[in-house]
């Protein structure tokens, strides 16, 4: 029973598709998180939802757009890929009432060719 | 502009030696801290925290950081390497404004 979910694990697209990555919590959390990891394992934010509601959104590309069906669900569309997009990107989550200690997803990794 | 640094990238250190990985902060405030693990193709994975109270903390896998104001550090350490703790290690502050801020990161190394 695995906490924080993320499909696909791999994503190999071509430039100027549209794809989604989407990610599922068990834990109850109310928090949940997009992270970008580059190739040099730089690890930065993206959005952050609370109880659906969009609380971050970083300088983020608008062709980036989260969606919050639930608290339990945060997916993330990307349309017209580019090259620059590919990268590691992780899902997480956080119960604001206990602080930002955020679990991780195992990560998506997107291949833009 | 609030930040954390994370000094090597790249730390070896032999199996059975001490483990010592960097962290400093920039805040007059101070923040909460954690350092998380990632292992190959993995999530990443929380190690410790500090949120308040006691200046050392205890984590998984005989990791322990120790948090100094005077500083401005968090290093993580640990007294015996093993070859399984060769891993990526961020260390990573919370100033109260929902961004959790990662440092970019140190691979550790163990050596036979």
């Known amino acids: 029973d695995t906490a924080v979910s993320q499909t696909p694990k791999y994503l190999v697209t071509q430039m100027g598709n549209d794809k989604s990555i989407k990610c599922e919590q068990n834990?109850?959390?109310?928090?949940m998180y997009w992270y970008k990891q580059d190739s040099k394992k730089f690890l930065k934010i993206m959005f952050s939802?609370?109880?659906?509601?969009?609380?971050i959104n970083e300088t983020v590309p608008n062709r980036f757009s989260p969606k919050s069906p639930d608290k339990a669900h945060l997916n993330l569309h990307i349309n017209s890929l580019e090259l620059g997009d590919s990268a590691v990107y992780f899902c997480a989550s956080s119960l604001t009432s206990q602080g930002p200690e955020a679990f991780f997803g195992q990560g998506t990794r997107l291949t833009v060719v | 502009a609030q930040s954390v640094t994370q000094l090597g990238s790249h730390v070896s250190v032999s199996e059975g030696a001490l483990v010592l990985l960097r962290c400093n902060y920039s805040s007059s405030v101070p923040p909460y801290l954690f350092w998380y693990v990632q292992y190959p193709n993995q999530g990443l994975q929380l190690l410790l925290k500090?949120?308040?109270?006691?200046?050392l903390v205890k984590g998984i896998n005989g990791f322990e950081a120790e948090f100094k104001k005077s500083e401005t550090s968090f290093h993580l350490t640990k007294p015996s390497a093993h070859m399984s703790d060769a891993a990526e290690y961020f260390c990573a502050v919370w100033y109260r404004d929902d961004k959790i801020i990662f440092g970019k990161g140190t691979r550790l190394h163990i050596l036979p």
């Open positions: 939802y609370n109880n659906k509601e969009l609380i």
């Open positions: 500090y949120t308040t109270g006691a200046t």
């Open positions: 834990l109850g959390h109310d928090t």
